[in-house]
């Protein structure tokens, strides 16, 4: 059965940083595009930042980029999001998703991402 697990979200002060971790298990992410979205209150999914699986095309939603860093762990079947800067606008559940052989297109849809994991809430307040 395919997996994923996310971790690392919690409470953070403006401009502090956090590091979500995302497990995959039943599957091997190498060959897998990865991504991270999220959604905040009364707001659709929104792609973060994404991988394709060929590690060739890399991209992040302009809102974050310059702060937020996508990275994965091959051996360790991982894949993690350095958010760095954060502030009032980043706050929502963070979704981790990936997608076999998949692509990263400039604009980070949820489409070809078919596997999801359960989502980790990021709150950022003084």
């Known amino acids: 059965q395919l997996q994923l697990v996310e971790s690392g979200g919690g409470l953070v002060q403006p401009g502090g940083s956090l590091t979500l971790s995302c497990v995959a298990s039943?599957?091997?992410?190498?060959?897998?595009?990865i991504g991270w979205f999220r959604q905040a209150p009364g707001k659709e999914r929104e792609g973060v930042a994404c991988?394709?699986?060929?590690?060739?095309?890399?991209n992040y939603a302009d809102s974050v980029k310059g702060r937020f860093t996508l990275s994965r762990d091959n051996a360790k079947n991982t894949m993690y999001l350095q958010m760095n800067g954060l502030h009032p606008a980043d706050p929502a559940v963070y979704y981790c998703?990936?997608?076999?052989?998949?692509?990263?297109?400039?604009?980070?849809?949820?489409?070809?991402?078919?596997?999801w994991g359960q989502g980790t809430q990021v709150t950022v307040s003084s």
């Open positions: 039943g599957f091997t992410l190498e060959h897998y595009a």
């Open positions: 998703a990936a997608a076999y052989f998949g692509g990263c297109p400039r604009s980070i849809r949820m489409q070809p991402f078919d596997s």
């Open positions: 991988i394709s699986s060929s590690g060739g095309s890399t």
